[in-house]
Structures are given as C-alpha cells and as structure tokens.
C-alpha cells in the first residue's frame, strides 16, 4: 500500500532534548516536506527536500534540521526542543513538487515541556 | 507563489451543495490550482486538481474562470462527513517547485 509513515505518532519531551521524527514514503517521490500546524494557524512548511542531498527552508525552519540520505526517508530533528515547538507535525511527499499531488502522513503530535 | 484568500469559515446543511471560493489574483500562466480536505487530526488529502473551466471528479468539481483569478470548490450534496478543513493552493506543475503554502483554508461545519 502506498503510503507516509511517521513516527513516532505523539511524545511528550522536555525543554532541551534532542528528538527525531521519522518519515518515510513507499512512492519512490522525490519531493518530501515537513510542515508544523498549530490551532488558527493553518499549515506551515517547515523543510522541503526536492532530492537526495537536496533541502531547502520552508516559511517556519528555525530550530528544525532536516537530512536527506536516501529518497525514502525524511528524518526531522530538533536539537534543542522549546516549549514554542509544541505542535502538530505533518510530512508529506509528491512525485515532482509541492504542486504535483502532495500524500501526508498521520502526523506527529509533540508537546515539549 | 501565488498568494491566495479563502473564507475561513463556511455552514451548510445536509443535503446542500456547497461552494467554496479561492481567490488568486496574481495567478501566473502556468500555475495550476489544486484543492485539499483535513480532517482533525489527519493529514489533508488531494481533491482535485485544474488549470482552466471546469474539472470534475467522484468528489467534487472545480470551476475557474476565464480570467482565472479565483477557482470555486463545489461539493454536491453534503454529509456530515464533509465537516473539514479545505486548502486551496496555486503553483506551477512544471518547475517542480518546492516551498508550498498552505494558507489557513476555509473550515467547513456541515449541520444535520
């Protein structure tokens, strides 16, 4: 079944912990995006990736990194979690682009103490 | 990108059709103008999809103007289930762009 995974699906952390949620898609896309979403504010792109070694910052990419080693996998990591980063956590992927049908994963509910 | 306006709310009644307005003013020649539902807690899912007039799927239709500055999101005969979260983006199929806004979408409250 074609799909996005995340995990994990919810965590509780502390101030300071560093932390790594995990995507993968089964598509073989190429493009592969992070957004964070937050009550009244929508969705809000955090990190895209149009490729293997390729990132780039969305509109909300400060205390967020992001790697790219293989096309399946999409790894958000934040270094030094702060309470502002309690969110929701969506990562999505398309063949081509943000405009070519975007699939989402279940998302990441994280709430940093 | 293509910044675009969107009610952000909208009630409807079982039974009723529904349209939702996207507006898009500075749309370019290439851009496309895609539709997705959210529901709470869920990840959106891809509606629909259009360039010009009109697209129609098992789910929705999508009418756009000549002049293509706004596309209106129509869901024919609604159900409690259509309760959700619609996000209206515009962008170029063709240039494999990558920073996507989503904007705050228009939620919609079906009522019995």
């Known amino acids: 079944e074609a799909q996005v995974t995340q995990n994990p699906r919810y965590l509780i952390t502390v101030t300071g912990k560093k932390l790594t949620v995990t995507c993968s898609q089964n598509m073989n896309h190429e493009y592969m995006s992070w957004y964070r979403q937050d009550p009244g504010l929508g969705l809000r792109q955090i990190y895209y990736s149009m490729n293997v070694e390729v990132t780039d910052k969305g509109d909300v990419p400060e205390g967020y990194k992001v790697s790219r080693k293989e096309k399946r996998n999409f790894p958000l990591i934040l270094e030094s979690p702060s309470p502002n980063q309690t969110s929701l956590y969506f990562c999505?992927?398309?063949?081509?682009?943000?405009?070519?049908?975007?699939?989402f994963g279940p998302g990441t509910r994280l709430t940093v103490l | 990108l293509a910044k675009t306006t969107q009610p952000i709310s909208m009630d409807s009644y079982e039974g009723q059709e529904v349209n939702i307005t996207c507006s898009h003013n500075?749309?370019?020649?290439?851009?496309?103008i895609t539709w997705y539902q959210q529901f709470p807690s869920q990840g959106p899912r891809f509606i629909i999809q259009?360039?010009?007039t009109k697209v129609t799927n098992e789910v929705a239709s999508l009418f756009i103007p000549a002049d293509r500055k706004s596309s209106t999101l129509s869901l024919p005969r609604v159900s409690l289930s259509d309760t959700a979260v619609y996000y209206c983006l515009v962008g170029d199929v063709d240039t494999n762009a990558g920073k996507s806004t989503f904007g705050d979408g228009t939620t919609l409250t079906v009522k019995p």
């Open positions: 500075n749309i370019a020649t290439n851009d496309y």
């Open positions: 999505a992927s398309s063949k081509l682009g943000y405009t070519d049908t975007q699939y």
């Open positions: 259009g360039y010009k």
